[in-house]
């Protein structure tokens, strides 16, 4: 994929990021995490993993924010008042994401393949879809079935903590 | 030529304590028996060992260390260890049948004839040990018996009262005596007395430490023959049953101490110093008892004070370095105070156990055995002439005029003040007229206890002349036959028995009253001061100690740490949610630069 | 030419981002959200390595995809669970302020 792309949709992903953080509107931020997302997928894209870019954008923008979006309109969530900055915890945090940074910085740079460039791929009949299909429903079966009674059980949760309590 | 004479002598008292604690506590007459025959049984065996010389009994090794430290169970069987096994089985048998008597109507008969038993054992295995160590083992176990036995009626506070003191005062005298046998135990590596002598130059090139030695060693003896400082249990003792006093008190226990000095003898004589000390104890010991003697009402206190008294003049004779003195008037102590306790017994349960003399009087008319044989033991007592007694306290008068002038002053002074209690005693309880109800109707006692006075007064009389004793033991030969010191002795003893009759005749109550003498020099008083004082600031110490040391430092130092730290680290739980992602980022960046750039 | 360094650096830059958004913002929402950020973060270095890792049949290695696969499963779950709780919260305490739900602690 041409390097303009690759820095336009990472761009897009950063940008809106920083706008989640940033914003001061639930709402905004919401949608902001929307179009990062939007990003990502196409990024994901890029990198030949077409199944986990779909996945991406209908799970998470589809499904993921929209009940982000739900909830806040339930809260009814207004934009965040000022309160007083305690700018010693603000400037820690910032610290620690700054030093975070720099670490990754170093051990990306001095790894010796991140200077390796897209590997090419064979011709191949099945598609990524079928790959994944086959990887999950054989030697990840046992996990998947897991993951189905973890969803069932979120669901279970999430409903027993929405009931209002009985008089 | 080996026999086991002596190893049955030593444990029939044993066997026979153990079967009446074992088997028969409630058969009171058969315990009796059995204690009785079993100390005639001793008798005979001592009798037998008596008359053979150089026997010797197979010994037992108990604890074996090489040449540091053993210990074995073997006896000595020279001419005092026989002679004193006689004397001790021989009075002991003569006070268990007497006890029979004396102890007729009483409760714990079983328990009083074990105990009588378990102490002839003890009694028999001092004089019989050939060791320090198996010395001090009986000497413990006949203060142990004397506890024991001091406190039978123990119901009574005051009898166990006088329990506990005896045990605790020998109790200091013997952790002298424990520091003593050690001591000669480091220098000479032995504690066999055999072995001990021929290394005392060991110890001689040390006179110091000598000294000491020999000093604490003395230490047991003033415990267990209740001299000044240690004599405050011997009158409390009285508490307990007359034949015991008269066994214990004046025959045996309290001759263990001196017997305890001659027997070792060789160290002590050994150290100049310390044999002055020993005489001046005794000295001093003879004079207080004398004195505190003179104002007493209770027969049994005053025939008390007159046992310190005549064991200072035993020491006086050790200090003086005569054991053969010494021994001599242990014998026939032996003899006549047993005699005077007996026969103060045999009053004192005929008036249905009334003791202050100011009640009794006129008994010469009631009790004629008892009158006559108590007289006896009394003339012995002051040393009248023809009587054992003057034998062998003019022997040791004699001693102390040709060594030490001072000492025979204030021994012949003594003399004086003891025929004055004596006579005191005699004239106030057996003549003019009777003081009570109880002396009005009393009668003389049965043959049981009275025989036992017969022959004890036979050998008060007789035990002091050269062709008995003789065989018994080595009398001390004077130089040349002094006549000044008799003559002297005789003067006091006849002033003092003059002053006494001439005071007391046709008395009904005490004319003089010297009170520091009535409470004797208030030493009692002052050992109770003492004693408070020590606790008191011994208490507080330990009470700083535990208030501000262990709970302020220790514990609350423990707690209050854990709290402060407790309280340091609680602040991490903040309850604020950022503060934790803080911190887990925090943790997670230190951990990626010690995993990758270290 | 882009490299798999640089998926890697966007990457870690989204995830710093993530992570300050969870230690800055006071609003619970907003917490979550940044959480989403770091989870897909970690997905793209995950496909980014599935990709350049290529098996000698040529095919990339799916199992890293498996894997994402799984994390958006249990991304969203947790979303739904997380979400409830925080409206129950807010039902029980009115705001969704971080700083006033400070209860458990010492």
């Known amino acids: 994929m041409s390097p303009i ?11 809106f990021g920083v706008a989640v953080v940033v914003n001061r509107n639930p709402i905004a931020s919401a949608l ?18 077409f199944f986990i870019g779909i996945i991406q954008v209908l799970v998470y923008a589809g499904a993921v924010m929209v009940l982000f979006l739900f909830i806040i309109m339930l809260l009814d969530l207004r934009a965040e008042r000022l309160r007083k900055i305690n700018w010693v915890a603000s400037a820690g945090g910032v610290a620690v994401a700054l030093a975070l940074l720099i670490q990754i910085f170093y051990v990306i740079g001095h790894l010796t393949f991140s200077k390796q460039t897209f590997p090419p791929l064979a011709r191949s009949e099945i598609d990524d879809v079928h790959n994944i299909g086959l990887l999950l429903f054989g030697n990840y079966n046992l996990p998947f079935q897991i993951i189905g009674v973890l969803v069932l059980v979120a669901t279970i949760g999430a409903v027993l903590l929405s009931k209002r309590e009985r008089r | 030529m080996k026999s086991a004479l002596p190893w049955y002598a030593l444990l029939l008292p044993l066997v026979s304590a153990g079967a009446i604690t074992l088997f028969t506590r409630r058969l009171k007459t058969l315990s009796s028996l059995i204690s009785v025959a079993a100390v005639l049984g001793s008798f005979v065996c001592s009798c037998l060992i008596f008359g053979q010389k150089g026997l010797s009994a197979p010994e037992l090794k108990w604890i074996d260390f090489g040449t540091v430290f053993t210990v074995p169970f073997g006896f000595v069987l020279d001419d005092l260890s026989r002679m004193m096994l006689v004397l001790v089985s021989g009075i002991g ?4 049948i007497y006890s029979l008597g004396y102890m007729r109507d009483d409760e714990g008969k079983s328990r009083y004839f074990a105990a009588l038993s378990l102490f002839m054992f003890a009694m028999l295995g001092i004089v019989l040990a050939n060791n320090f160590v198996m010395l001090f083992i009986f000497w413990e176990l006949v203060a142990f018996t004397s506890y024991v036995l001091i406190g039978h009626w123990f119901e009574r506070d005051a009898a166990a009262d006088a329990a506990n003191k005896a045990f605790f005062t020998n109790r200091i005298g013997d952790f002298g005596f424990m520091l003593g046998i050690l001591l000669v135990w480091m220098s000479t590596r032995s504690v066999v007395f055999a072995d001990i002598a021929p290394r005392l130059s060991i110890l001689t090139s040390h006179p110091a430490f000598l000294t000491i030695a020999a000093l604490l060693i003395f230490c047991g003896a003033v415990g267990k023959s209740a001299q000044f400082p240690l004599h405050v249990w011997l009158p409390d003792a009285m508490e307990g049953p007359t034949p015991i006093s008269a066994l214990i008190h004046a025959a045996t226990m309290v001759a263990a101490g001196v017997y305890m000095l001659v027997r070792v003898g060789f160290i002590i004589q050994a150290s100049p110093s310390a044999l002055l000390v020993i005489a001046w104890i005794g000295t001093i010991s003879a004079l207080l008892a004398a004195l505190i003697a003179t104002q007493q009402s209770d027969i049994k206190r005053i025939l008390a004070y007159s046992t310190i008294s005549q064991l200072g003049y035993m020491m006086i004779a050790v200090g003086l370095a005569s054991n053969e003195a010494a021994i001599f008037h242990l014998f026939t ?13 045999s009053i004192i349960i005929m008036l249905r156990h009334e003791q202050n003399i100011w009640k009794m009087g006129g008994l010469a008319r009631h009790l004629p055995i008892t009158f006559l044989t108590f007289v006896v033991g009394a003339l012995a007592l002051i040393g009248f002439p023809l009587f054992s007694g003057f034998f062998s306290k003019d022997t040791i008068l004699a001693l102390a005029y040709d060594h030490n002038m001072p000492i025979f002053v204030v021994a012949l002074f003594t003399a004086f003040l003891t025929a004055f209690y004596i006579l005191r005693l005699v004239v106030v309880v057996f003549f003019a007229k009777p003081r009570s109800d109880a002396a009005r109707a009393s009668d003389e006692s049965p043959l049981v206890m009275t025989g036992p006075l017969i022959v004890l007064a036979l050998l008060a009389w007789l035990g002091g002349y050269g062709f008995f004793a003789r065989h018994f033991l080595a009398i001390p030969h004077e130089k040349e036959l002094l006549l000044i010191v008799p003559v002297l002795a005789i003067t006091a003893m006849i002033l003092g028995a003059g002053l006494a009759i001439a005071l007391y005749r046709n008395r009904t109550s005490e004319p003089i009253e010297v009170d520091l003498l009535r409470r ?11 004693l408070d004082w020590t606790q008191e600031l011994l208490a507080s110490i330990s009470a700083f100690f535990d208030r501000w040391i262990i709970d302020a430092g220790a514990v609350r130092g423990v707690s209050g740490g854990t709290w402060g730290i407790g309280a340091l680290l609680r602040l991490i739980q903040m309850g604020n949610l950022q503060a934790y992602a803080f911190l887990f980022g925090l943790g997670i960046v230190a951990l990626i630069y010690f995993a990758v750039f270290r | 030419m882009v490299t798999l360094g640089h998926y890697l650096i966007v990457s870690g830059i989204l995830f710093a981002i993530g992570f300050a958004g969870v230690m800055l913002r006071r609003s619970l929402i907003i917490i979550f959200m940044s959480l989403e950020l770091m989870l897909n973060a970690a997905n793209l270095s995950l496909v980014a390595f599935s990709r350049f890792h290529v098996q000698p049949s ?32 807010f039902r029980a305490r009115q705001t969704t302020h971080v700083e006033d739900i400070n209860t458990l602690k010492f």
């Open chain 1, 5 to 15: 792309l690759f820095w336009f949709f990472a761009l897009l992903m950063l940008v």
């Open chain 1, 32 to 49: 902001n995490l929307v179009v990062s997302f939007l990003g990502l997928a196409a990024l994901f894209m890029s990198l030949d993993a």
């Open chain 2, 93 to 96: 048998a003569l006070i268990h």
């Open chain 2, 333 to 345: 102590h032996a003899f006549f105070k047993a005699l005077l306790f007996l026969g103060a017994g």
């Open chain 2, 520 to 530: 004797l020099f208030y030493i009692d008083e002052f050992y109770r001061w003492l």
């Open chain 3, 58 to 89: 040529g095919v990339p290695d799916y199992n890293a995809q498996v894997f994402v696969f799984f994390i958006i499963t249990v991304g969203a779950a947790e979303v739904a669970v997380g979400l409830a709780i925080i409206v129950a919260l």
